[in-house]
């Protein structure tokens, strides 16, 4: 007996044209952008000296965490998350929170 097999890709698939041929994968891909496209959004707000910094982190309904490298980085950054919001709502997106996660880099 024989099972009926699925079809294969006998070709390479570039990661995006994963992410477009799963749902999954798209949403995920999609929020990816638009978290780049708020860091890019709110960018002049922030110190030049901190920007390099400060990654766009996950999206979680009208929340928006932003990964940053510190601890003294997150403290001044705490500072300017009202700022941060008000440019948001400004233009157009639904952060009603910003949270802030220190993440080392890892040597």
Known sequence: MTTP?????????SLQQ???????LARLAQLARES???LAA???LIPLSL???VRPGP????????LVDSSAAAAKLRQLV???????RDRGWQVTSIRLKVQVAQQ
């Open 5 to 13: 097999s699925t079809p294969r890709r006998l070709h390479p698939v």
């Open 18 to 24: 994963a992410a477009e041929d799963s749902p999954t």
């Open 36 to 38: 780049g496209e708020r």
């Open 42 to 44: 709110v960018e002049s």
């Open 51 to 53: 920007r390099s910094a």
């Open 59 to 66: 999206i979680d309904g009208p929340a928006w965490c932003l």
């Open 82 to 88: 009202p700022a941060l919001l008000n440019c948001l």
